[in-house]
Nanobody
Framework: QVQLVESGGGLVQTGGSLRLSCAAS????????MGWFRQAPGKEREFVAA????????YYADSVKGRGIISRDNAKNTLYLQMSSLKLEDTGEYFC????????????????WGQGTQVTVSS
């Protein structure tokens, strides 16, 4: 069974940084575009960043441009999201997602999802 498992979340102060990881198993990782999405309590899931499988084009939400870096290691079947200068509004459950083909900023285009990892930013 295809599986995505996120890790790296936690409690961090404003201005801090963290790196999220997403380990993929039982799929040809490089064939999949990968994305990070997040969902704050009471809000809809929103796009954070995405990356293509081979060409490694990256895409970012305006809210994280300049503060987030999405990357992947196809040899390790792992996706990353490095976030810095964290803000209170970065708080939420962070999900990684996979789709065959090119990256998309729409959550409905992704058909494989992880369980999420919680990021809480405090002042």
């Amino acid at each position: 069974q295809v599986q995505l498992v996120e890790s790296g979340g936690g409690l961090v102060q404003t201005g801090g940084s963290l790196r999220l990881s997403c380990a993929a198993s039982r799929l040809t990782f490089r064939a999949y575009a990968m994305g990070w999405f997040r969902q704050a309590p009471g809000k809809e899931r929103e796009f954070v960043a995405a990356i293509n499988g081979i060409r490694l084009n990256t895409y970012y939400a305006d809210s994280v441009k300049g503060r987030g870096i999405i990357s992947r290691d196809n040899a390790k079947n792992t996706l990353y999201l490095q976030m810095s200068s964290l803000k209170l509004e970065d708080t939420g459950e962070y999900f990684c997602a996979a789709r065959l083909g090119t990256a998309s900023t729409s959550s409905t285009d992704y058909n494989i999802w992880g369980q999420g990892t919680q990021v809480t930013v405090s002042s």
